[in-house]
């Protein structure tokens, strides 16, 4: 069960800048290492010292990603950013079925009504996050009448988690 948090987009953009600064200076200590390792270990067995070099960031790269995910995934500091990439996740979750659910709710069927407010809800905050005022425009007109279904139907305006076992029943898109 995934739930939408409120995050101002400020702190979220302030928290998520500093997990990539930390963690971006983490990948340079351990990608300078690594290449420094790989080309003094792997730089006689080799004509080409940029390849020795690419492995070892690579490696570095690699190694840096297995830090992150181990120690540093569940910390204060990185909540902000774990937190959009799971939305993100279960957005696309979303969009995957979104037109067997855009049809599901204009039949007022109640789940798929629930799982548009979701993914209404959830996009919205994302466009916050990003700045993207454009895309808020765009999507308020279909909020709205979303909202007005809603409404006329004594549904709860408050859809603010997401259950993916309840898209199950509806198909994934087949690309045209």
């Known amino acids: 069960m995934f739930q939408i948090e409120s995050i101002d987009p400020k702190v979220f953009k302030q928290q998520t800048r500093k997990a990539t600064m930390i963690i971006m200076a983490m990948f340079i200590v351990i990608g300078f290492i690594t290449a420094s390792l790989s080309n003094h270990y792997l730089g006689p067995y080799s004509n080409s010292p940029v390849v020795v070099n690419l492995l070892g960031a690579f490696i570095g790269l690699v190694i840096t990603g297995l830090i992150v995910k181990t120690f540093f995934a569940d910390k204060a500091w990185m909540h902000e950013a774990v937190y959009a990439f799971r939305l993100k996740r279960h957005l696309i979750m979303v969009t995957n079925r979104l037109r067997p659910l855009q049809e599901a709710s204009e039949r007022n069927d109640i789940t798929a009504i629930k799982l548009m407010r979701f993914y209404h809800l959830g996009l919205e905050q994302?466009?916050?996050?990003?700045?993207?005022?454009?895309?808020?425009?765009?999507?308020?007109?279909e909020k709205r009448e979303l909202e007005k279904k809603m409404q006329e139907l004594n549904i709860s305006l408050e859809q603010k988690s997401l259950n993916p076992k309840e898209l199950d029943s509806y198909p994934l898109q087949k690309d045209s």
């Open 126 to 141: 994302m466009h916050k996050f990003e700045g993207n005022s454009t895309a808020l425009i765009d999507l308020a007109a």
